[in-house]
């Protein structure tokens, strides 16, 4: 059993129904309960439209319940109040700023700016590989390099969750394996507790210590995993040489399939 204070995030029976007044409902995520532990990478995957992003909002507290509840750090979410760093799959770059005025963002709508804004910017900057690129704009910089920049600004305010919904799916393979391999390394370093949403499989188990995965819409937990051959010396590059790996894909794979196919008989019938 995971012990209580090393849960950093709760889902109870979250429900999420859209036009729930009107003649037309649409119910989006039906009943997911989940926990995320201290310092873990929480894999979701699921059909495209199952209501992933949606659980996400909820979870950012974007969007309102409809039934149970989330908790972080063990309080209700009700609204949404900086409690988890959002980062998504366009990197939302502000391409009037530089890199270091594009990192200091966050922490300015929270209210501190001037110096202390651009220590913490100019730490993570070079820590994390863009020393040089300090005064660059977002148009100067490669796909990889701005995803890198979003996710300082992420890493900035020090949430203590962070929501990754798709991050990579916009970069070329080369760039999206290796730029999987350095954010595994830096939430890592940084002792982060991440929520991933992401379509790759691969990339699921390149990232992720549990990968949980979701029904058609309504969503709901069909199945977890847990990626028990990662060690502190696995990557999210060699991972995928591991014997296990293929068969975890393939695991994975067959149980979206079938969703699939379900999805596609309900069709039928209607």
């Known amino acids: 059993m995971t012990p209580?204070?090393?849960?950093?995030?709760?889902a109870s029976g979250a429900r999420v129904v859209y036009n729930e007044d009107t003649a037309h409902p649409v119910e989006a995520v039906r009943?997911?309960?989940?926990?995320?532990?201290?310092?873990?990478?929480?894999a979701l995957v699921g059909p495209s439209g199952c209501g992933k992003t949606t659980l996400f909002n909820a979870i950012a507290g974007l969007l309102p319940l409809q039934g149970g509840r989330v908790e972080v750090g063990g309080q209700q979410v009700d609204k949404a109040?900086?409690?988890?760093?959002?980062?998504?799959?366009?990197?939302?770059?502000?391409?009037?700023?530089?890199?270091i005025d594009n990192v200091t963002l966050g922490l300015e709508i929270r209210g501190m700016r001037g110096a202390q804004a651009r220590a913490i910017a100019s730490d993570l900057i070079r820590r994390y590989g863009l020393s040089g690129f300090e005064n660059s704009k977002?148009?100067?910089l490669s796909g990889g390099m701005r995803q890198r920049v979003a996710l300082m600004r992420t890493l900035a305010f020090n949430p203590d969750v962070i929501l990754l919904d798709e991050p990579f799916s916009a970069?070329?393979?080369?760039?999206?394996?290796?730029?999987?391999?350095?954010?595994?390394?830096?939430?890592k370093e940084q002792n982060k507790s991440v929520i991933l949403i992401t379509h790759d499989i691969g990339e699921a188990i390149s990232m992720a210590d549990r990968i949980v995965v979701l029904t058609n819409?309504?969503?709901?937990?069909k199945s977890v995993h847990t990626v028990s051959f990662r060690n502190a010396s696995t990557d999210a590059v060699n991972i995928r040489t591991h014997?296990?790996?293929?068969?975890?894909?393939?695991?994975i794979w067959s149980e979206l399939e079938i969703i699939d196919e379900a999805k596609g008989s309900e069709n039928k019938v209607a």
């Open 138 to 140: 977002p148009a100067a």
């Open 81 to 99: 109040t900086g409690h988890v760093g959002y980062m998504l799959q366009k990197d939302l770059l502000l391409p009037w700023r530089t890199v």
């Open 217 to 221: 819409r309504p969503a709901t937990v």
């Open 171 to 187: 970069l070329d393979f080369q760039t999206r394996i290796l730029l999987q391999a350095d954010v595994t390394r830096i939430i």
């Open 31 to 42: 009943s997911i309960s989940l926990d995320l532990r201290r310092s873990e990478v929480l």
């Open 4 to 10: 209580q204070d090393d849960i950093v995030l709760r």
């Open 243 to 251: 014997p296990e790996y293929q068969a975890m894909f393939a695991k």
